[in-house]
DNA sequence: GTGAAAGCGCTAACAG
DNA sequence: CTGTTAGCGCTTTCAC
């Protein structure tokens, strides 16, 4: 039972006394194809599951110039947005019989730079990139005929890539419009990293949904600069000394929302009697927190899905134009942390 | 700007007029070491650096017999938990250089074993997998010289391979004593999956907390087979109807604590004035739920800590004797979910 | 200071 | 029905 050092198809071809090529061919089922005897196939496979042989992939993709792996680059795979769209590239992905290269880039964009780096070295197919979002210089490498890509969640306008992602612009103002229909008027909205595409559209819904009902945007009530708990904690801290008067918090995310949730909860602060709060991103907890809470629901396996299909459309098809960005529709999902306003 | 079919060492070296040695010497920081001028030098690099050179992986690996590159299977990677632990190996292996191979075993023996398989062949230099538990055959492959790996949080007591976990046993003890404690008699328990370690060892905590205090073990008490959310709410809605009596449920995951929350509130029970709870797994909206939950944390990020640790001590040393399990304590998180009854 | 040659394990074109 | 040969891109021994 060969462990690590491995058995290869020049150890099976010399017990047989045969040639590599034929015992390459009978184990890549080529056997009927070039008429191997059915008796130099039997003792080829026998030998092979007896010594336990395993291709090696290494020098196949070497040959072939065809690794059958993809790379995966995520911000933070233990952020349950991010770990639901991994989960189905993961499915999709091996239904095509790839493999993936798993690379979290801890939301740094030189960490990100690197691991596409590494992947390319790696000679991966394709990657499914959540990018960071900040800046995209790194990104030109990805032109007409090179490595396909898709990006995830985040994009930029500049650059014309495949995309999908969530139509964070009319999420965000279906939350904001629902907020004002019941009364609120002085809403704070928490943001995520600013700069990133879902940050921006996401603001600027909020800003759009106050214009259409003639309301101002008070700069004052729009804090934060990143999608963590720890965001999310603070500048509520802050904001409820400062506008001791708002009656609602837009969170940007659900990791933002939690924070808020602990500085009000540190505050005596009641949903939704003292205080309206919607958050982006359902969760399975979200109904049976303190509060259950009104979401924005971001259709994740979705977005992994199509994730998957643009990728291996561009890995099948190269000479094809790759499409472009596809936004999925959110879904406001209302519970009750949101008070009618008389 | 060459994109998927990439630069060679050939193409610098034909370029310049010079050898491939001397290009790929240059390039792995051996100048000074083999003597190379700086004139040589820099005008590789130059190069180099204008046609975006990056090594292949492949052929590098194929030769040195080394890939650089570690498996990690996981049987659901949006399952928070293993989430957690994923976060912690992933960056744990940047660090040592190492790029990681996902696999999303999806608590599935077969696609497990087929995903062994596929990692064994594409040469990862050790393999970090939380197994789905039920059997262990295929793992009989793990011998001494062989493939090193390292398993998390479930394991086999049949074949002693390097482990890391949490303290399953006292966890459960530790909760099902604080129960009984707060004056509980009728305690149920909702298991995961039966015949993993972890779901044996806290069904033996319970029993064993029972049995200190000189409690029957009741088995009507004690339902379910999955960890996952579904699981849990079946199986509280059927106990309800068959056991008005229980005062505390032990559910034995988050998921099924939150199948538990959802059948609670369907049946219009409390938290914890009807009914009391405490869950494994400690998660950051626990403190934030209608009734906080007294939890049982497990260390997660530690054990991806150390399953990184165990698994590089092999790769570096392969010949000495790989260690065995390590149970790292678990930590009951009180909150507000258990009454204290008369 | 630099290079030629061999070989990692595999596949495929060509040859019988 | 089977084999010979070449080569994927890299590192390394040996040679000068």
Partial sequence: MPGHSQTTLKYIADQLGISVTTVSRTLSGQASRYRISKQTESAVRQLAKEFNFVPNHLARGLRLKKTQTIGLVIPDISNPFFAGIAHEVTLGTRKHGYSIILCDSQEDTALEAQSIALLSSQRVEGIVLCPVGLSSGHLSRFGQHSLPVVLVDRYFPDIPLPYVGADNLSGAKDATRFLIE?????????????????????????????????????????????????????????????????????????LIALGALRALAEEKLRIPDDISIIAFDDQPYAAYLGTPMTTVAQPFSEMGEVAVKLLFDQIQSPQREPKGGILLPTRLIVRRSVKKLQ
């Fill in 182 to 254: 019941n009364g609120h008027r002085r809403i704070a909205c928490l943001q995520g990293l600013r700069g990133t595409s879902p940050n921006e559209f996401r603001l600027r819904g909020y800003k759009e949904a106050l214009a259409d009902h003639q309301l101002p945007v008070d700069d004052s009530l729009i804090a934060g600069d990143s999608f963590g708990e720890q965001s999310g904690y603070i500048e509520t801290k802050l904001l409820l000394r400062t506008r001791k008067d708002v009656t609602a918090i837009l969170a940007f995310s659900n």
